[in-house]
């Protein structure tokens, strides 16, 4: 087991247990969400690769702990076409998080699924994009930010405002939270951003972070030394 690319794994979704040998798949749902029949899949990679155990992981991804190595093509092999997408660990995007925003929650003001589904496929920032070190992106439908916007690289919610009379939702930015051992919050920009403009500025923010960070630098690190002005300016705020 000396000789194995342990990263090279981790961007295929399986992550070295302390068990010699074992592996854990870490799968991700799209904004999410599983269904039955994948569920289905998952509980039957468990009994017949693992213990028959599942793991809910705090970035709404679904586990599968015990899996041999030996095992690993054919488990590959057994998720191709089934739309179950594989987390990633290591030096790169981790699954965006989103709350069910205005598709069902009476408190969701916006279309969080929707949001997600352009970020991955308008600008293709997805799980899985090597960078310096981990950037997580956060969407929350409302105020709650029951996602933890605050605490993330990039993280946003749903916000309601009076325009000329009238209610209006639009999106609130928070940019360089992060979790971990020195847990930070992130800035709040103080403007409602319309949903393109949410878009640009992710943009702008992840093409800053993977020319200018060093490896291992988180994104808070890197405004802090940038200086939290700049940055701002840099990003067009």
Not at 25 to 41: D, F, H, K
Not at 50 to 55: A, D, E, P, Y
Not at 204 to 213: G, M
Not at 217 to 235: A, D, H, P, Y
Request: proline share 3%; aromatic share 8%.
């Amino acid at each position: 087991m000396g000789n194995i690319d342990y990263d090279a794994f981790k961007k295929r979704g399986f992550l070295r247990q302390k068990q010699e040998g074992l592996f854990v798949l870490r799968t991700r749902g799209q904004a999410g969400n599983y269904s039955a029949e994948q569920l289905s899949i998952l509980v039957g990679l468990s009994g017949k690769f693992g213990r028959g155990i599942l793991h809910a992981t705090t970035r709404q991804g679904v586990e599968i702990p015990f899996i041999k190595f030996e095992n690993i093509d054919e488990v590959e092999g057994e998720l191709q076409g089934s739309g179950i997408k594989t987390g990633t660990s290591g030096p790169r995007i981790r699954t965006t998080t989103c709350c069910p925003g205005n598709s069902r929650c009476k408190s969701g003001l916006i279309d969080t699924f929707g949001l997600f589904d352009r970020i991955e496929n308008e600008l293709n920032i997805r799980c899985a994009v090597d960078l310096p070190h981990k950037l997580k992106i956060s969407i929350s439908g409302c105020p709650n930010k029951c996602t933890r916007a605050e605490a993330s690289e990039i993280g946003i919610h749903g916000q309601a405002y009076a325009s000329d009379g009238k209610r209006q939702t639009g999106y609130v930015v928070y940019l360089g939270g992060c979790g971990g051992r020195t847990p930070q919050l992130g800035i709040k920009i103080e403007k409602i951003f319309t949903v393109d403009e949410v878009l640009s500025l992710i943009e702008r923010v992840v093409k800053f972070y993977k020319e200018n960070a060093r490896p291992g630098q988180r994104l808070v690190l890197l405004i802090n030394e940038t200086g939290k002005e700049e940055f701002l300016r840099k990003m067009g705020l």
